[in-house]
């Protein structure tokens, strides 16, 4: 048979099933929710992603009483506990509480979830002539505390989410009763006092007795003295200066200053988490600015300037680069500190810089101490150098329009 031959029956073929496809009637998903049949009815937004549409409630296009209908069974053995997925739902007083918990004049329900997947389930026992949210996944009615849609213990009475500053729920879900204090919904926190137990910043919390981070006690630390500083992990008190849970070694604490996210200063020098600044004027050292382009992350990064130059900190690589103005360019240069071998004490391995000259960033240069002669442990430092330029041309329009 000739490639022609061939090549003519296969068209037809190909031909023939697809128009054999297009008369087959295709059987609709079980899960998905034909819109179009109640497309005469205005859709009612209940929030929190519910809505109601030709007698339904429907979550992301689906019923929430067929979503996960043909696996709950095998959902149920995976969570290890029965579920019953929302039957009989009574549309009229069906109430969105948040996009995990919802009721109805009748029942209460929660929202499993899994990648791509949900199951609006019935709660057992739950109340809903009683049941409110408090936050985040916490919930209650007048017999029983939940969490994640789970029964848990509490006093309903008396819970309450502890607040940030900000007067919104915090973080890492904590609250409280009359009798504890819970960390991540369930957690007790050992001997922390839920009359005193507050939030301060960041994972800072305290009592009238104790510090923490996290539920983590902070072993020395002063509650009277404990001082916060924002949204970062930095704290300190009349003896010690914190990083989250950790003691920053040889930072001294009565002359610590925070200066901006990962960047400090004591008595002793500037320091970032990994760095420091060589012969920088401690008493004028200041921020000026924060840089969008100084790090991964908008404002992130920041200008510093004392008395001798500015500096640029890049909080993606925890780095800090001397910038000196000169009559058409800034001069950019950096310190390469290594450890020497048994000793753990930092020693001068290599500088490197850089010029900035309007937008463009030239004369790269490394420049080794006498002692290393092998090159190749600092070559990143030019590729580090060079993805900075964001942060330094940014930096560079306050320098030059001062």
């Known amino acids: 048979m000739s490639k022609l031959k061939i090549i003519i029956i296969a068209c037809l073929l190909l031909f023939t099933f697809l128009m054999y ?45 067929r979503a996960g209908s043909q696996d ?31 009721k109805d004049k009748n029942k209460v329900y929660y929202r499993w979830v899994s990648p791509g997947r949900f199951w609006v389930v019935e709660l057992p026992n739950a109340n809903p002539a009683t049941f ?25 009475a008396t819970a309450e989410i502890v607040l940030d500053n900000s007067g919104t729920p915090n973080t890492f879900r904590v609250w409280k009763d009359k009798d504890r204090v ?39 630390a002063d509650p009277e003295t404990f001082k916060t500083y924002g949204d ?6 009349k003896n010690h200066v914190w990083r989250g849970s950790k003691i920053i070694k040889n930072a001294d604490a009565p002359s610590f200053v925070f200066l901006h996210n990962g960047v400090y200063k004591d008595k002793n020098g500037v320091f970032t988490l990994r760095d420091s600044v060589f ?7 200041k921020k000026i600015m924060s840089l969008k382009d100084g790090g991964s992350i908008s404002n992130d990064g920041a200008l510093f300037e004392d008395t001798l130059r500015y500096y640029v900190y890049i909080s993606s690589s925890d780095d800090i680069y001397a910038l000196e103005p000169t009559a058409n360019s800034i001069f950019i240069s950096k310190l390469i500190w290594l450890n020497e071998p048994h000793t753990n004490v930092p020693i001068h391995g290599a500088t490197i810089s850089a010029v900035l000259n309007g937008n463009a960033l030239s004369d790269v240069k490394l420049t080794l101490q006498h002692q290393y002669k092998d090159s190749q442990q600092f070559e990143f430092w030019k590729r580090k150098i060079i993805s900075s330029k964001p942060g330094f041309i940014e930096a560079s329009s ?3 329009n001062k």
């Open 232 to 237: 970062v992990p930095y704290a300190a008190d």
């Open 21 to 65: 496809s297009n008369f087959v009637e295709k059987e609709p998903l079980e899960n998905s929710y034909d819109a179009t049949q109640d497309s005469y009815v205005e859709e009612e937004q209940l929030g929190h992603g519910y809505a109601k549409k030709g007698g339904h409630i429907i979550f992301n296009g689906q019923r929430i009483d």
């Open 72 to 102: 709950i069974d095998k959902f149920s053995k995976t969570v290890r506990r029965p579920l019953t997925l929302a039957q009989n739902v009574d549309v009229n007083s069906f109430k969105a509480l948040s996009s995990s918990y919802t």
């Open 279 to 285: 012969n920088a004027d401690i008493p004028t050292f």
């Open 132 to 156: 409110e949210v408090l936050g985040f996944e916490l919930a209650r009615d007048d017999r029983q505390m939940w969490s994640y849609g789970s029964p848990i213990s509490g006093d309903v």
């Open 182 to 220: 819970y960390y991540n919904g369930i957690m007790v926190m050992q001997n922390a006092d839920p009359n005193t137990f507050r939030h301060l910043d960041q994972g800072y919390y305290r009592d009238d007795k104790n510090v923490y981070w996290s539920n983590e006690l902070l072993n020395g």
């Open 398 to 400: 306050y320098i030059n």
